[in-house]
């Protein structure tokens, strides 16, 4: 077994039910033999750096797995077929992985989630008071009375010359 | 009589081997973003420093990254 990371793109018009159809399937074959799934993120809706199938978003889903390189090669033939999946990629993370391993690695993104959430909490907090503070808009300087005075100072001058 | 050209000699060192923790991934496009110019080119290893291991690690994180469109092949890259 090797453990590989898949990001699949699936078009942007699939609807909900759609996209959970295929992931259930890719990880149908993945699945088989001793192959296992480590972590599914779906990072949803994003837009793509440049147009793919003549679409300007797409979906993506990113899956962590531990499998034999024959299960990557048909999940890959089948992604070529379907329509609803505009571009993948696999990478190769590790040559071989046990089962002791995945279950490491998924102990690894439990932790990892847990983390996030943590800090994302933090966050909010820190915000929540700067939000409460937020200072008042600046009262704009009156111009007017640079505009009077140098009116007056035109008028003096005037004076000056008529004497 | 030309001037003499001058030669700036200023010491740079790799910023991935001085900061051991920064993982270089495909999928952090903020870093990534860093090293790429406006137009999408990566930015060669004679400005930024980096060493030659951990530049060909940058260069190929940029490239996964445009393989599945998280980065342009070229055009606009927004920092």
Redesign the interface.
């Known amino acids: 077994m090797r453990r590989y990371e898949t990001i699949y793109i699936l078009r942007p018009t699939l609807s909900e039910d759609e996209v959970t159809e295929v992931i259930e399937k890719t990880n149908a074959i993945l699945c088989t033999g001793e192959g296992q799934i480590i972590a599914i993120d779906k990072w949803g809706l994003r837009k793509l750096a440049y147009l793919i199938k003549k679409e300007s978003n797409g979906y993506y889903v990113f899956c962590d797995h531990g499998t034999d390189p024959a299960n990557v090669t048909e999940m890959e033939r089948i992604f070529r077929i379907d329509d609803a999946v505009m571009k993948y990629m696999t990478v190769k993370v590790a040559d071989t992985i046990n089962t002791e391993g995945i279950e490491a690695a998924r102990g690894e993104y439990e932790a990892a989630k847990v983390a996030a959430a943590a800090a994302e909490e933090e966050a909010q907090e820190e915000e929540a008071p700067k939000q409460a503070e937020k200072p008042a808009p600046k009262k704009e300087a009156p111009k007017q009375d640079e505009e009077q005075t140098d009116a007056k100072t035109e008028a003096t001058s005037d004076e000056n010359t008529s004497d | 009589m030309r001037p003499k050209k001058r030669v700036f000699q200023r010491k740079r060192v790799c910023r991935f081997c001085t900061d051991p923790e920064t993982v270089l991934d ?2 952090e496009v903020k870093v990534l973003r860093n090293f790429v110019t406006e137009r999408g080119k990566i930015i060669p290893r004679r400005i930024f420093g980096t060493c030659a291991s951990h530049q060909r690690q940058v260069c190929e994180a940029i490239k ?1 990254a ?8 070229s ?1 606009n ?1 927004p920092r």
């Not at chain 2, 445009?66 to 092949?73: D, G, S, V």
């Open positions: 495909y999928k996964r445009r393989h599945i469109a998280l980065l342009p092949y055009g890259t």
